[in-house]
C-alpha cells in the first residue's frame, strides 16, 4: 500500500540547457559539458514514473554535465507513456484519504 510521502515531491525550478535528440529510435534528452570540455565519461539516467520530459530530470542531466563534465543522455524508454502531474496529484489526493485517520482533515480538499 502507497502512503503519501511515496507519491510527494514537487517540480524545481529552472530551465533545462541540454537538447532533445532521437537516438537509436528512441527520443533522447542529452546534456553536454560547458564550453566545448571533452567529457570525462557518459552516464545515461533511466527514468522513474514520470519520464524523459519531467524538468527534474532534465536538471539533474544538466548538473552532471557541468559540475562533472560528463556527457548525459536520458532515452525515453517509456516513449511517452509516463504519468503526468497532474496524474500525481489525483492519486495522492486518492492515496490520502484512503490512508487518513478519521480524525485527520485531508488539506487537499
Known sequence: MSCPEC???HTHDGT???STREIYELDSYVAQPANGVAPKGI???ITDAFGYSYVNVRLLAD?????GDYLVYIP???KGRCI???SL???RIRVYRA??????QCPWT
Do not use: K, T
Open 7 to 9: 507519491i510527494s515531491g
Open 16 to 18: 533545462p540547457l541540454g
Open 43 to 45: 552516464l545515461i539516467i
Open 63 to 67: 548538473h552532471y554535465a557541468a559540475s
Open 76 to 78: 525515453d524508454f517509456m
Open 84 to 86: 503526468s502531474l497532474e
Open 89 to 91: 496529484h489525483a492519486r
Open 99 to 104: 490512508n487518513a485517520p478519521q480524525a485527520m
